[in-house]
C-alpha cells in the first residue's frame, strides 16, 4: 500500500492504519530502534509507541515523506528510552560511541524554549553544512549519527575500508566544527 493510501487511513481513523504502517515501515523502524536500544524487548515496545505517536499525530500532521516521519518518531522514542534505562553510565554501545565521537557538537535536551530555538538554529546549520558535501560523505554521516549504523556496516554498505569511513566521519566533524564555530554556534 503507497504512503497517501495509509495516511488516509490514518486521516479517517481506520485501526488498519498502525497494521498497515507496520506492515510497510516495520523492517526500517525496527532498525533504527535497534540500532539504538540494541534488545529486541526495547525495540518491539518502541515500535509499538512508534506506531501510537503516529495514531496521535495524524491527524494533524499531513507527513509528506512517511517513512522520515516514522523515522523521526522511531529514533527519538528509542533515544529517551535508552537514556532513562542508561541514565549517563557510559556502555559502549552504538549511541554511546557515535555521540561520543559527536563530542561537543552534540546538542544536550533541554524542555527550555530559548535552548530550542538554539537547537532549531543549530540544526539549520548543520542541515545546510550536508548539504554542502558529497553525496556519499552525507549518507556516510547520517548512517552513522541519525541511524547509529556501526563503522563496520557502513564500510560494507559502501565498499569501503573501515579507516576510510573513520577519518570520512573525523574529517567531517572537523570540517562541521569549523563550519559552526564560524556561524558563531560554538565558541
Not at 540500532?35 to 499525530?57: K, M, Q, V
Not at 556519499?136 to 547520517?142: L, M, S
Amino acid at each position: 500500500m503507497d504512503d497517501s493510501r495509509i495516511i488516509e487511513l490514518f486521516w479517517n481513523r481506520e485501526e488498519s492504519a498502525i497494521a498497515e504502517t507496520a506492515n510497510a515501515y516495520g523492517r526500517y523502524c525496527r532498525k533504527i530502534a535497534y540500532n539504538i536500544l540494541g534488545n529486541e524487548e526495547d525495540t518491539e515496545e518502541c515500535l509499538n509507541d512508534t506506531w501510537l505517536g503516529a495514531w496521535n499525530s495524524i491527524p494533524p500532521a499531513k507527513p509528506s515523506c512517511l517513512s522520515a516521519f516514522l523515522g523521526k518518531i522511531t529514533r527519538n522514542l528509542a533515544i529517551s528510552r535508552y537514556r532513562a534505562g542508561h541514565a549517563l553510565k557510559r556502555t559502549g554501545d552504538r549511541l554511546s560511541e557515535s555521540l561520543e565521537e559527536l563530542g561537543e557538537l552534540a546538542p544536550g535536551t533541554s524542555n527550555n524554549v530559548e535552548e530550542s530555538v538554539d537547537r532549531d538554529v543549530l540544526e539549520s546549520a548543520i542541515n545546510r553544512y550536508l548539504d554542502s558535501v558529497s553525496e556519499k560523505q552525507r549518507k556516510i554521516f547520517v548512517r552513522r549519527y541519525f541511524y547509529m549504523d556501526s563503522v563496520s556496516e557502513i564500510a560494507q554498505m559502501y565498499e569501503l575500508g573501515q579507516s576510510d569511513v573513520k577519518v570520512t566521519l573525523l574529517r567531517m566533524r572537523r570540517s562541521l566544527k569549523k563550519v559552526l564555530e564560524d556561524e558563531g554556534l560554538m565558541i
